[in-house]
């Protein structure tokens, strides 16, 4: 372990050395106390702490508060985009109360969510963080002393994790123009935010209307599946969940750059958690089907969305190829989702498989008509699977040969031995 500057002494006689001098210990704490005091919950993350540097982040460049023309704009372009869909989908509209959000509101409405999916892996990282500050260095005889100071230790780890996921939310809210921009049931209301709208916009000759209103087409085509497919929610953000159970935390990696930390320091607190590099999924079977479900299941749902917005806006939106071709680039480039997944459950989308998503919904479509498409949402074992992504004709025909226009009455096992058996989910 190296000493800290201005220390002569030998770090074994002092088994705290690495958490700086008196001074540093004494500061950090007065900075984290009102923190602690305020957030009395015991689980993994501070989410107040996260919430107001989130916040922090997207005020400090500006978020000013929706103005009553800006509602009305994304309120009338949300409920007409809602009517479009209406022509090219079954699915019942999922717009029931459209809204237009500053940032600081998406964040406030969308950290139940963020909670639900971040918990586990930062539960790991809390643990690790604890064990590693408090044991590294410690000599036998010190560790049995050192009891109290593990729970303040896993606290102040609360408080690092929940401050680097405040930035990445913060930074997600920036960029965001909906509720729905990675693909997950972030909320129940549609929404969209005019400063994401705005930024989105910036250098594109396309009318701010037209900009608008597209966006708006994709917003409610993602609640449409949201809120009418009943185990889409739960499977998406089980999903999730499932791959970050096989997270762990590269201990060594931690430990080096824990050493001389100085906790008062937020950017350098940032820089020792930032990017998700400390998040390593276990190479298990069970970790790579996971992923595989996970990212099927996404690109299944951004795939439908492409197909039925590329449809509704079809003769209506001149600028509708060239928006498109906006928005798979924005995917591709690994954008905002993808840098907060690898931050906050070390996960980052393969963009790829939307356009081959995209792909099989269209030879569906064409095969058996915008009904037999929406109807394979009616149960999760008739979804594609990442093999049938590879070669959706394959996929296309083997449907052909299901009666999908009965779907309601699939929702009872089927019976053992039938000859293609129960799907995977992807």
Not at 169 to 192: C, F, H, K, M, N
Not at 387 to 397: A, I, S, T, Y
């Amino acid at each position: 372990m190296t000493d800290l500057p201005g220390r002569e002494n030998d770090p074994n006689d002092n088994p705290f050395a690495m958490f700086g001098s008196p001074e540093q210990i004494a500061a950090a704490m007065r900075q984290f106390a009102d923190m602690l005091s305020a957030s009395p919950d015991a689980g993994p993350v501070n989410w107040e702490m996260a919430k107001n540097i989130a916040r922090h982040a997207v005020v400090a460049e500006g978020d000013p508060s929706v103005m009553e023309g800006e509602r009305r704009q994304i309120v009338e372009a949300l409920n007409l985009a809602d009517l479009w869909l209406n022509e090219v989908t079954t699915l019942p509209s999922g717009v029931v109360n459209p809204q237009a959000w500053s940032r600081s509101e998406w964040i406030e409405k969308t950290v139940p969510v963020w909670k639900q999916l971040a918990d586990p892996v930062a539960a790991r990282m809390v643990e690790t963080m604890g064990g590693t500050l408090g044991a590294s260095g410690l000599p036998p005889e010190a560790q049995a002393m050192a009891g109290p100071l593990m729970g303040m230790l896993k606290q102040m780890g609360s408080m690092m994790v929940g401050q680097q996921i405040g930035q990445a939310l913060g930074s997600l809210a920036r960029e965001v123009v909906g509720s729905s921009d990675i693909g997950l049931p972030l909320s129940d209301t549609a929404a969209l935010l005019p400063g994401g709208v705005a930024a989105f916009s910036q250098g594109l000759e396309t009318p701010s209307d037209e900009i608008r209103l597209y966006l708006a087409l994709r917003e409610a085509a993602h609640h449409r599946l949201f809120q009418h497919v009943p185990w889409l929610r739960a499977h998406l953000l089980g999903a999730v969940e499932e791959y970050a159970q096989g997270i762990t935390v590269d201990v060594s990696a931690l430990e080096e750059k824990l050493q001389g930390l100085d906790l008062s320091n937020p950017a350098q607190i940032q820089e020792v958690l930032g990017g998700g590099e400390l998040l390593k999924p276990e190479e298990t079977e069970r970790q790579k089907a996971a992923l595989s479900r996970l990212e099927t299941a996404l690109a299944l749902v951004e795939g439908w969305v492409a197909t039925v917005v590329d449809a509704a806006a079809d003769g209506k939106l001149p600028s509708a190829t060239a928006l498109a071709e906006t928005v798979r680039r924005r995917r591709a480039t690994g954008g905002p989702a993808e840098r907060t997944f690898a931050t906050l459950v070390g996960l980052e989308l393969r963009p790829r498989r939307l356009r081959e998503a995209a792909a099989l919904w269209k030879a569906l479509a064409d095969e058996r008509g915008v009904e037999g498409r929406d109807a394979v949402w009616g149960h999760p074992d008739l979804m594609p699977n990442a093999e049938d992504l590879d070669d959706p004709g394959r996929f296309v025909k083997g449907e052909a040969e299901f009666d999908l226009s009965g779907l309601s009455d699939l929702e009872e096992p089927e019976q053992p031995g039938e000859e293609d058996g129960p799907r995977d989910a992807g």
